[in-house]
Each structure stands twice: as structure tokens, then as C-alpha cells.
T-cell receptor, first 116, second 114 residues
Framework: AQTVTQSQPEMSVQEAETVTLSCTYD???????LFWYKQPPSRQMILVIR??????QNATENRFSVNFQKAAKSFSLKISDSQLGDAAMYFC?????????????FGEGTQLTVNP | EADIYQTPRYLVIGTGKKITLECSQT?????MYWYQQDPGMELHLIHY???????EKGDLSSESTVSRIRTEHFPLTLESARPSHTSQYLC?????????????FGQGTRLTVV
């Protein structure tokens, strides 16, 4: 079974600075997807960024980028130029591409605070 | 913006009552999920469905049941609510299998059983 671990329950960053959220996972599969989801206080989860395991290039979406280290099974999220609206709970998630109808496995989450 | 809706958003109910949490999506997604989330905690999958008349138990044991009679609708039912059922329940949907599109989440139902 796959597991996802986020070792930072809480993180804080000053507005306009950069913060990195850590995520590690364990799997025996070679083909999978990794995601970062954001859950603001309104509670609706939204996708921030996704990475396909067979792509070596790190995914980037505006101020959000990942550092995907497949051999180390690490998938960190970097938020540049942090904004107050970035404050939320962030979840790392794994989804197999090898198993038919696979579903998401989530980490424990990291609560990000952005200080003005 | 995601077209997946959950009702009610908040529910306070007495022990022993039967409740149904509604979840509907208008995206035509085959796959739908129910997650349970305690405050500040990770999401645990309790039910999922791959399509009409398909339902499966998730990773976390739950006394709730689900049904999938229509593609767009995936209600969750508790026959007799207990305080231990107090939690946040999140519904999600996604397209099938290898398509790596995201799972879309509803806004959640915060259930309190007193």
C-alpha cells in the first residue's frame, strides 16, 4: 500500500517570501501521479499543482513549483512571493497510474500561515 | 470552478437520528468519493464509486452507507448517528482511470452529533 507523509504539521512565512512544504511517499510502483491540494478555511479543496512520475521536469504553476525527486520519493512544494491568500492547509496526495480506478492517498497536511 | 455540491454545509443532530449527506456533481464524472476529515487532520477515504451501481468501502472503516443510482448523485447515509460520527465529510469526483485530471471536491459537510 502507498503512504504519504508530511512531516511539517505547521509552517509560517512572511508575505512576499518563499516557503517550501515537504512531502515524502512510499510506493513500489513506477507510474503514478503526485498532487498538492490546498484547503482554505472555506474548506473546499482545490488542486494547486500535479506531477506525473514519468516526467523528469518539475511542474510549475505561476508562483507554485515542485521539487520532484523520484529516487528519494520526495515531492516538495515551493511557494514563491507568498500572499495572504496562500494561507491554508496543504495536502500532498498520491495516485497510482497502474491500478485501474485508483484513488487518492493523502498526507496528514501542513497548515501554512502567511504573516503580513 | 468545480461543479460539485454538498448539502447541508453544517448539520447538528441528536444521537440516534438517521441522516443523509447529499453530494451532486454536474461534470459527468464516473468516479466519486467520500472522505472523512477531523479538524487539522488528514483525509481518510470511507467510500468510493466507479460508476452507477458501483460502491466500495474505503480505507477507513465507517458505519455509513452510500448509494450510486445516478451518475451525478452519491449520497451518504448514517442510519443512527452517534457522537463518534462528528466530523467533516468531503465529497469528491474525478474522471476515470489513467486520466490524471484532478479530483474536484465539494465544500464539505460539518456534522455534529450531540
Amino acid at each position: 500500500a502507498q503512504t504519504v507523509t508530511q512531516s511539517q504539521p505547521e509552517m509560517s512565512v512572511q508575505e512576499a517570501e518563499t516557503v517550501t512544504l515537504s512531502c515524502t511517499y512510499d510506493t513500489s510502483e513506477s507510474d503514478y501521479y503526485l498532487f498538492w491540494y490546498k484547503q482554505p478555511p472555506s474548506r473546499q479543496m482545490i488542486l494547486v499543482i500535479r506531477q506525473e512520475a514519468y516526467k523528469q521536469q518539475n511542474a510549475t504553476e505561476n508562483r507554485f513549483s515542485v521539487n520532484f525527486q523520484k529516487a528519494a520519493k520526495s515531492f516538495s512544494l515551493k511557494i514563491s512571493d507568498s500572499q495572504l491568500g496562500d494561507a491554508a492547509m496543504y495536502f500532498c496526495a498520491y495516485r497510482s497510474a497502474e491500478t485501474s480506478g485508483s484513488r487518492l492517498t493523502f498526507g496528514e497536511g501542513t497548515q501554512l500561515t502567511v504573516n503580513p | 470552478e468545480a461543479d460539485i455540491y454538498q448539502t447541508p454545509r453544517y448539520l447538528v443532530i441528536g444521537t440516534g437520528k438517521k441522516i443523509t449527506l447529499e453530494c451532486s456533481q454536474t461534470m459527468g464524472h464516473d468516479k466519486m468519493y467520500w472522505y472523512q476529515q477531523d479538524p487539522g487532520m488528514e483525509l481518510h477515504l470511507i467510500h468510493y464509486s466507479y460508476g452507477v451501481n458501483s460502491t466500495e468501502k474505503g480505507d477507513l472503516s465507517s458505519e455509513s452507507t452510500v448509494s450510486r443510482i445516478r451518475t451525478e448523485h452519491f449520497p451518504l447515509t448514517l442510519e443512527s448517528a452517534r457522537p463518534s460520527h462528528t466530523s467533516q465529510y468531503l465529497c469528491a469526483s474525478s474522471e476515470y482511470y489513467r486520466d490524471p485530471t484532478e479530483a474536484f471536491f465539494g465544500q464539505g459537510t460539518r456534522l455534529t452529533v450531540v
